[in-house]
């Protein structure tokens, strides 16, 4: 356990405040204002497409940032209207599941 300039024990890990306020910053820096959404993926991208991600590791590792990567389907999916059930879903199909 790390001790701050008081010696009062800090947690480990991020600062939830703050992570989602640096996703915010990042996802309007990205996606603009009001709508929010991506004017070449509007552009390019027919809307009924349907799009699959894998994150694979290629060599055995630690992973890390599962709580960012959270916030930013949190976020997004709240931007984009897509309802809490779609991300609980997305969130049990990562190895190991993410519970942030």
């Known amino acids: 356990m790390r001790v701050d300039a008081e010696n009062a024990p800090v947690t480990p890990g991020l600062d939830p405040v703050w992570l989602r306020d640096v996703v915010a910053r990042a996802l309007d820096e990205d996606l603009g204002g009001d709508p929010g959404r991506d ?6 991208v027919p809307a009924d497409a349907v799009g699959e991600a894998h994150v694979v590791a290629r060599a055995p590792g630690v992973v890390a940032g599962l709580p960012a990567v959270a916030e930013v389907l ?3 999916a709240a931007r984009l209207g897509v309802g809490e059930k779609l ?14």
């Open 87 to 100: 991300v609980r879903r997305l969130r049990r199909q990562t190895t190991p599941p993410i519970d942030a």
């Open 74 to 76: 949190d976020q997004v």
């Open 39 to 44: 004017l070449t993926s509007e552009a390019t």
